[in-house]
């Protein structure tokens, strides 16, 4: 699968329009109804070429859009979860030198 | 402790010491919502409605459409820079004149050599402007051509100096009400509240800015 390209799985007679956010492949068991015994042989099912996590990565933004943002009426709900988001991630990936902050007891 | 005023300001993330800060220019890739349906969202429709205020406030200047792709991309690019800025932790990189300077220079220098090249005449012409006195023709050309040779550096700082200023007196009013009575926190929060509406008005104010500007200084070419 190309930059830009649909997957090989997809068939436009079979599945209809293209939708990004929906897996076009074999259907596995779900991750939440997958048995603790069998995550092991489940893990190794997946594909982990950079490629397939790029995929999947798009596949989770589309539904995170689907979900909050094409709806008619979402409203701010995704703007305030990407402030929150970004907010935690930089906060993670500043941590050492916020700790050393001189009035660092004074805020988070 | 806080061993530098400019701390906030610092692209060294203190993971993996590498520069990672500057990631939060890829907000602009997340929060510009590519479209699924037809009809707008609620949320869509910001979007959409400020690029279409944007296009009809630049389309004067302009013959067609696809040449104020880039200046709508620009004011939309150095907006949402400017008000993730302003959310806690996130990193402002338009506060920093290596970004703000690459910007301008590039946008300049396109212009510049464009209108040179094929324009050269045109060119000259706009040193001098019009109904300037005979006499003061060649000052007039001295200044205009010194006024043009500075608007990278103009543009860049003026940006730049803006969202840092900012910046910088919502953190030293904060450090000032460490250790001090109830009255005094109650007074630099509210003063802070103030500088925070402003720095808002700020940073939606120098997007606007920057992209005029850059379509004037295309116009005149």
């Known amino acids: 699968m190309g930059f830009g390209e649909y997957p090989a799985e997809y068939n436009a007679k079979v599945h209809g329009p293209y939708d990004p956010a929906r897996w076009y492949g074999k259907v596995d068991t779900p991750l939440a109804q997958t048995k603790l015994g069998e995550l092991g042989a489940w893990l190794g099912r997946r594909q982990k070429s950079p490629q397939a996590v790029t995929a999947a990565v798009s596949r989770g933004y589309w539904r995170w859009l689907h979900k909050y943002v094409h709806p008619k009426r979402s409203g701010l709900t995704p703007f305030l979860q990407v402030i929150a988001a970004s907010s935690a991630f930089f906060y993670v990936l500043n941590y050492t030198k916020i700790k050393a902050h001189r009035i660092h007891k004074y805020h988070w | 402790m806080m061993t530098n005023l400019f701390s906030s300001f610092d692209p060294m993330s203190s993971t993996f010491n590498l520069q990672l800060n500057w990631l939060s220019m890829f907000l602009f890739i997340i929060v510009f919502y590519p479209l699924y349906w037809i009809s707008n969202s609620k949320s869509s429709v910001l979007y959409s409605e400020l690029t279409s205020y944007i296009t009809k406030e630049f389309m004067p200047l302009f013959k067609s459409y696809k040449n104020i792709i880039m200046f709508n991309v620009l004011f939309m690019f150095i907006l949402i820079n400017n008000v993730?800025?302003?959310?806690?932790?996130?990193?402002?990189?338009?506060?920093?004149?290596?970004?703000?300077?690459?910007?301008?220079?590039?946008?300049?220098?396109?212009?510049?050599?464009?209108?040179?090249?094929?324009?050269?005449?045109?060119?000259?012409?706009?040193?001098?402007?019009?109904?300037?006195?005979?006499?003061?023709?060649?000052?007039?050309?001295?200044?205009?051509?010194?006024?043009?040779?500075?608007?990278?550096?103009?543009?860049?700082?003026?940006?730049?100096?803006?969202?840092?200023?900012?910046?910088?007196?919502?953190?030293?009013?904060?450090?000032?009400?460490?250790?001090?009575?109830?009255?005094?926190?109650?007074?630099?929060?509210?003063?802070?509240?103030?500088?925070?509406?402003?720095?808002?008005?700020?940073?939606?104010?120098?997007?606007?800015?920057?992209?005029?500007?850059?379509?004037?200084?295309?116009?005149?070419?």
């Open chain 2, 84 to 221: 993730f800025g302003l959310m806690p932790y996130t990193f402002t990189s338009t506060a920093h004149i290596a970004m703000t300077l690459s910007m301008a220079l590039t946008i300049w220098v396109i212009f510049m050599l464009y209108g040179w090249v094929n324009n050269t005449n045109h060119m000259f012409a706009h040193l001098v402007p019009l109904g300037t006195p005979i006499v003061l023709m060649p000052f007039m050309v001295l200044i205009e051509s010194i006024s043009n040779i500075i608007r990278p550096i103009t543009l860049s700082v003026r940006l730049a100096a803006n969202l840092t200023a900012g910046h910088l007196l919502l953190i030293l009013l904060g450090e000032s009400m460490v250790n001090n009575s109830i009255l005094i926190i109650i007074t630099v929060t509210a003063a802070q509240f103030a500088l925070m509406t402003l720095e808002a008005a700020v940073a939606v104010i120098q997007a606007y800015v920057f992209a005029t500007l850059s379509t004037l200084y295309a116009s005149e070419v």
